[in-house]
């Protein structure tokens, strides 16, 4: 059973960056997918980005890429995602996902219990 904790949102202007940070325990981080994910008021949940179980392979949604970075440290069991020139589209819960599926697999078995990120115009 892998528990993630997510932290690092806040309330920030439009333009600036932030950096989200999701610690896992409780299983071995190595073997997972890890990814992120945002629900916005009124709309489903969606990706935002993947990395794979080798730290290199990464995916991402297209309205984020290009501005949001995903990384993984697997010594210090923690997955990032950097985001800068934040819109106010990207107000949002974000949610850190665990996966032992690969190959950017969209089911995941493990969730954090979200953050909030909020971009004002």
């Known amino acids: 059973q892998v528990q993630l904790i997510e932290s690092g949102g806040g309330l920030v202007q439009a333009g600036d960056s932030l950096t989200l940070a999701c610690a896992a325990s409780?299983?071995?981080?190595?073997?997972?997918?890890m990814g992120w994910f945002r629900q916005a008021p009124g709309k489903e949940r969606e990706f935002v980005a993947a990395?794979?179980?080798?730290?290199?392979?990464?995916q991402y949604a297209p309205s984020v890429k290009g501005r949001f970075t995903i990384a993984r440290n697997n010594p210090k069991i923690t997955v990032y995602l950097e985001m800068i020139n934040l819109k106010p589209e990207d107000t949002a819960v974000y949610f850190c996902?665990?996966?032992?599926?690969?190959?950017?697999?969209?089911?995941?078995?493990?969730w954090g219990q979200g953050i909030q990120v909020t971009v004002s115009s």
């Open positions: 996902a665990a996966s032992l599926r690969s190959s950017f697999s969209l089911e995941y078995e493990y």
């Open positions: 409780g299983g071995t981080f190595s073997r997972y997918q």
């Open positions: 990395v794979l179980q080798n730290a290199i392979s990464r």
